[in-house]
């Protein structure tokens, strides 16, 4: 990639930001899978808050 970078740096840029998009949505769908497991255990992240963090 360094080298592609001096020979097309235009085409390097492009396939830079496919690859960032990629881990981008790779990193979306674990979020995603994690917080459908949690949900689906029934779990409740505001039941561990102390009262004063609890949204009225």
Do not use: C, R, Y
Request: charge should be negative; proline fraction near 7%.
């Amino acid at each position: 990639m360094q080298n592609q970078i001096v020979d097309d740096p235009k085409d390097a840029v492009m396939q830079a930001e496919v690859m960032v998009t990629e881990v981008i949505e790779q990193i979306k769908q674990k979020f995603d899978n994690e917080h459908s497991t949690l949900k689906t255990l029934g779990f409740n992240p505001m039941s561990s808050l102390p009262k004063i963090f609890e949204i009225p």
